[in-house]
């Protein structure tokens, strides 16, 4: 009877080879990934780069409106108190703010009735909070439609998949290969369609915090009239 010897070193050896390999059989790149989507990933990829470019844009533009120097208000109360009505439109001019903007507006009003005052500054602030919220319905169209490409891919390739299958035959390796790559619409598209709901609503927030000081800003000038 013969003696058999274990060598655990060629074991471990062999079962790393063998790991190695099966990695690199089941390794596949992102964008052999993303080609294997199929042409519905083209809508789902500029969807993407409008929503990074939507997003930096309004981001970098509401950046600027916290730029406000913290002694406006109170460099407009002085002129006001010395009645140098030119003095305080000057200061507004030369902050490039929608605050200062709406202020200069209640200023240029100033011999008006009270209610024309405020009415014309709550004009002016309306077509501010325009200009912030320019573009920003385009992040939440994308939020709804990426996922909509998504699907709209994936089903396009199962409905081609399960048709090749009827007409052709497969094996049950390459339905599950062509299944799985198929999904890859559907997850890009529910990833962009995320990023954009996320990117909305961060815009949003800041906007509401840029309405409220603007807000307050408003009640602060109309007292200081009153």
């Known amino acids: 009877?013969?003696?058999?010897?274990?060598?655990k070193n060629k074991y471990h050896i062999f079962l790393l080879q063998a790991n190695q390999e099966?990695?690199?059989?089941?390794?596949?790149?992102l964008f052999e990934l993303l080609k294997e989507g199929g042409l519905l990933m083209i809508p789902i990829a500029i969807?993407?780069?409008?929503m990074c470019v939507v997003f930096i844009e309004r981001f970098l533009y509401?950046?600027?409106?916290?730029k406000l120097d913290p002694n406006f208000s109170n460099k407009i109360k002085e002129q006001l108190e010395n009645d140098n009505k030119a003095g305080a439109i000057s200061i507004c001019k030369n902050t490039q703010h929608p605050i200062a903007r709406m202020i200069e507006k209640g200023i240029q009003r100033m011999d008006k009735p009270y209610e024309q005052i405020e009415k014309s500054?709550?004009?002016?602030?309306k077509l501010e909070v325009y200009q912030m919220e320019k573009n920003t319905s385009i992040l939440s169209t994308i939020a709804g439609i990426a996922p909509m490409f998504g699907f709209l891919g994936t089903i396009a390739g199962m409905i081609i998949l399960f048709f090749n299958i009827q007409h052709?035959?497969?094996?049950?390796?390459?339905?599950?290969?062509?299944?799985?790559t198929k999904m890859v619409t559907s997850a890009v598209g529910l990833i962009i369609g995320l990023l954009s709901y996320v990117a909305y609503n961060y815009i949003?927030?800041?906007?509401?915090?840029a309405v409220n000081k603007m807000e307050a800003a408003a009640a602060d000038f109309l007292d200081t009239i009153a």
Request: charged share 15%.
């Open 22 to 29: 099966a990695t690199k059989v089941a390794e596949l790149s």
């Open 168 to 180: 052709d035959g497969f094996s049950l390796e390459h339905i599950a290969g062509g299944i799985y």
């Open 121 to 125: 500054m709550e004009q002016v602030g």
């Open 47 to 50: 969807c993407s780069i409008i």
């Open 62 to 66: 509401i950046k600027s409106l916290a």
């Open 204 to 209: 949003n927030a800041q906007i509401n915090k």
């Open 1 to 7: 009877m013969g003696v058999f010897f274990f060598d």
